[in-house]
């Protein structure tokens, strides 16, 4: 069994398609690690905000299939094959570790960039793995959070799904 780390993005329809992707993973996986659903702003283009949040799982699925399936979920979603990088999402999901993978395994690069670039990946990664080591910079994800110094910004919101309280806002 390899472990993996996902993350989950929508900006259209987000809590819709957030709670597709939960269940479409779950049905698949069993049982998930899901951090908190965070909110934060688009990057690299105006739009809506987006829910960002990461699970983790383990599975028996070769990288190459594990990643197929997850680009049928997302055009299962309604995400648009040909839309521009930087542009509205109904899903997104990458695939941030695979195990231990690193470089361009099965036509995916690992660990995802995004994990040491982006606040809307880091931080919800270190939420759920957070004695867990980036395999390229060896150091613990909660530590690279810590140091994590941008202007991204990123805050929790509440998120039910099937009855969990996945996230809440303290009021």
């Not at 997850?70 to 995400?79: N, V, Y």
């Amino acid at each position: 069994m390899t472990r993996v780390y996902l993350s989950i993005g929508s900006n259209v329809e987000r809590y819709r398609h957030v709670g597709m992707a939960l269940d479409a993973l779950q049905g698949w996986f069993g049982e998930l690690d899901i951090s908190p659903v965070y909110e934060s702003e688009p990057v690299g283009f105006a739009g809506s905000n987006f829910l960002n949040l990461v699970v983790g799982f383990s599975t028996e699925l070769p990288l190459a299939a594990l990643s197929r399936q997850l680009k049928q979920l997302e055009l299962d979603c309604g995400r648009e094959p040909e839309a521009p990088r930087f542009s509205p999402r109904t899903l997104d999901l990458d695939i941030l570790t695979y195990g231990d993978a690193v470089g361009l395994v099965a036509g995916v690069a690992l660990p995802r960039e995004d994990v040491l670039k982006n606040a809307f990946v880091l931080r919800p990664l270190a939420d759920i793995a957070p004695q867990e080591c980036h395999p390229v910079v060896c150091e613990r994800y909660q530590k690279l959070w810590q140091d994590y110094a941008t202007d991204q910004k990123l805050w929790p919101v509440d998120f039910v799904w099937n009855g969990r309280q996945i996230s809440s806002v303290m009021r």
